[in-house]
Each structure stands twice: as structure tokens, then as C-alpha cells.
Nanobody, 126 residues
């Protein structure tokens, strides 16, 4: 069964940057659309960004447009979320998720994603 592993979270000051990584030891992420989601304390899980299996399509929630960039490195079997100009409201546990059923598109709804990582904590605070 596909197991996803996130890394790269941590404590950063407002305006700072972090890069989150998602990988799947023993499996190729080439066959999956990948999404990044986040969940802040007391809030519902929110879709942040996604990249389609074919890498043609990406999508971002409005609140991170212009600040976050999702990318895929096939050689490293990894998907990254580059987060710049971080704000306190970006504080959350960030999860990557994989969808087998999506090919040339991606969505920020949790429905199609059937494999999830354990999450990595991002804290934006001075």
C-alpha cells in the first residue's frame, strides 16, 4: 500500500520560507496526482495545492496564490511545496495525499485522495 512521507516543516518567522517534501519509498509518484492539504487547530482540513499526474495541471487555494509553488521532481520521486512570504495564518499541519483516479486534472477536495501521509507541522510565529 502506498505510504507517503512528508518532511520540511518547522518554525519560521512571518515573511520566511519553507519547502515541504512528499515522497513515497518503494512507489513511484509518477502514477498519482498529488495534493497538499493543511489543518489548523479547530479548523477543517483545507486543500492548499495540487499537481496532476501528467504535471500539466496545478491548482492553488486563493489564500496562497503568488506565495506557494507546487512542483514535481520525477528523478527524486518527490513533490514539493515551496512556501514563501509565510503568514501566521499558514500555521497548520500539512499533509500530502495521492489520488490514483485523477490523471490530467487535480482538485482541492479530499474526496479523490485515497493515500495520506502523517503530516508535518508548520508554525509561523515571531
Amino acid at each position: 500500500q502506498l505510504q507517503l512521507v512528508e518532511s520540511g516543516g518547522g518554525l519560521v518567522q512571518p515573511g520566511g520560507s519553507l519547502r515541504l517534501s512528499c515522497t513515497a519509498p518503494g512507489f513511484s509518484l509518477d502514477y498519482y496526482t498529488i495534493g497538499w492539504f493543511r489543518q489548523a487547530p479547530g479548523k477543517e482540513r483545507e486543500g492548499v495545492s495540487c499537481i496532476s499526474r501528467t504535471t500539466i495541471r496545478t491548482s492553488y487555494v486563493e489564500s496562497v496564490k503568488g506565495r506557494f509553488t507546487i512542483s514535481r521532481d520525477k528523478a527524486k520521486n518527490s513533490v514539493y511545496l515551496q512556501m514563501n512570504s509565510l503568514k501566521p495564518e499558514d500555521t497548520a499541519i500539512y499533509y500530502c495525499a495521492a489520488a490514483w483516479s485523477l490523471v490530467a486534472t487535480c482538485v482541492l477536495d479530499t474526496g479523490p485522495y485515497d493515500s495520506w501521509g502523517q503530516g508535518t507541522l508548520v508554525t509561523v510565529s515571531s
